[in-house]
Each structure stands twice: as structure tokens, then as C-alpha cells.
């Protein structure tokens, strides 16, 4: 079936620390795995996202490596600053019948400590 | 650019009752997907929109419909309210047809209440 798992459920670092966050998927034909920020009281923001034809990419603080043979992708969040506090979730696009939709992870709770 | 705006922003209704949630689209997108998210949960996939009609529906039952109007803005409607309902509710916009169309763009969502 479809389903996306995500771990940890929470996180707490300290200011400046690195944080990871790993996410497995179960269709195999998934291509697209967008990584969501949200704040409270908001709705969901893409901050990073990967195609299947590429392993590693990086955008300032924020990295998404990706393994299609083990079906695993991660969030690498590095000097972490008080700010990048949220929930974060994983996703994983399925095509069904003509459109696309997304599989999302249960979210990790990510605090970080000055 | 205009993001993608949802209204109301909190909403209280009691079981049995219905309730309509709108959204407007993230200027130049012609797609809207809809979402519910349980507290504590990721997204769930309810349906999506396209050309003004439903072109994918996830797992939920045909008291949930929608609608999507010429400007592609969409109406999500929940009919026989039950308290399972309470959540938040988040419209997503993309374009259909450019290379990534997978792309999403949510708006703040809809608390729903149902007592």
C-alpha cells in the first residue's frame, strides 16, 4: 500500500548542532519527495525537494539525500538556530490514474535550544 | 504573486450539520487539491481538482465533495458532520502540465470544530 514512514517522531538540539530527520516509502514508482516546514497555526511551506534522478541536493542550511534502492530519503538540517523550530514533514508523490498526489509522513516535532 | 488564501480560518459546527471551505489558488495555478489533517498527523490526501472537475480522490467518503470554479478557485463541502471531522483543512495549489506539476503550494487551512 501507500505509505510513508518518518523518524523521529520528535527532536531536540541545541543551537548550532546539525539535525536529521529519515523517511522511508513503499512505491517504488514514487519520483517526487517534497520536505514541508510548518509553523503553528500555519499551513504547511515547501522548503527543499527531490526528483528521483538526482541523489543529493542543497539549498544553503538545508540538504535531501535520497536512496531509491533502500526507498529512503532524509532532511539534513545543519546550524540549526532557534528559528528552524517546527514540524517538519516528508512526502512522497504517487501518479494515480492521471494526477499526482502526496503521501505525507507522520512529522517530526523539531525544537532547537538557544 | 498571490498565494494561496483559505477561509474561514476557524470554523464550530455541530454533528449532522454541513459546512463549505473555500480557497483561492495561487495566481497563474489551475489545480487545487484538498487535504485534511487530523491533529498530531500528516496531510491526507481528499481530493484534487483540475479543468473543473475531480480528477483523484483519496480514501474518504462521498459526503466529502467539491467544486472548482472558472477562476480555479475550489470549494471543499462536508455534508452529516461527524465529530471525526474536527481537523485542519488545507487547500494546495500547483499547476497541471509544467514540469513540476507535483509542486504544491498550501494555504493556512481551515480549523474545523465539530462538537
Known amino acids: 500500500g501507500e505509505n510513508v514512514e518518518q523518524h523521529p517522531s520528535t527532536l531536540s538540539v541545541q543551537e548550532g548542532d546539525s539535525a536529521v530527520i529519515k523517511c522511508t516509502y513503499s512505491?517504488?514508482?514514487?519520483?517526487?519527495f517534497p520536505w514541508y516546514k510548518q509553523e503553528l497555526g500555519k499551513g504547511p511551506q515547501l522548503i527543499i525537494d527531490?526528483?528521483?534522478?538526482?541523489g543529493e541536493k542543497k539549498d544553503q542550511r538545508i540538504a535531501v539525500t535520497l536512496n531509491k534502492t533502500a526507498k529512503h530519503f532524509s532532511l539534513h538540517i545543519t546550524e540549526t538556530q532557534p528559528e528552524d523550530s517546527a514540524v517538519y514533514f516528508c512526502?512522497?508523490?504517487?501518479?494515480?490514474?492521471?494526477?499526482?498526489?502526496?503521501?505525507f509522513g507522520a512529522g517530526t516535532r523539531l525544537a532547537v535550544h538557544p | 504573486e498571490t498565494g494561496v488564501t483559505q477561509s474561514p480560518t476557524h470554523l464550530i459546527k455541530t454533528r449532522g450539520q454541513q459546512v463549505t471551505l473555500r480557497c483561492s489558488s495561487q495566481?497563474?495555478?489551475?489545480?487545487v487539491s484538498w487535504y485534511q489533517q487530523a491533529l498530531g498527523q500528516g496531510p491526507q490526501f481528499i481530493f484534487q481538482?483540475?479543468?473543473?472537475?475531480?480528477?483523484g480522490r483519496g480514501n474518504f467518503p462521498p459526503r466529502f465533495s467539491g467544486l472548482q470554479f472558472p477562476n480555479y478557485s475550489s470549494e471543499l463541502n462536508v455534508n452529516a458532520l461527524e465529530l471525526d471531522d474536527s481537523a485542519l483543512y488545507l487547500c494546495?495549489?500547483?499547476?497541471?502540465?509544467?514540469?513540476?506539476?507535483?509542486?504544491?503550494?498550501f494555504g493556512s487551512g481551515t480549523q474545523l470544530s465539530v462538537l
Open positions: 481538482y483540475y479543468r473543473e472537475e475531480e480528477n
Open positions: 512526502a512522497a508523490s504517487i501518479l494515480s490514474g492521471g494526477y499526482n498526489k502526496l503521501i
Open positions: 512505491d517504488s514508482a514514487s519520483n517526487y
Open positions: 494546495a495549489s500547483s499547476l497541471a502540465g509544467a514540469a513540476s506539476n507535483e509542486k504544491l503550494f
Open positions: 495566481s497563474g495555478h489551475n489545480t
Open positions: 527531490i526528483r528521483s534522478n538526482v
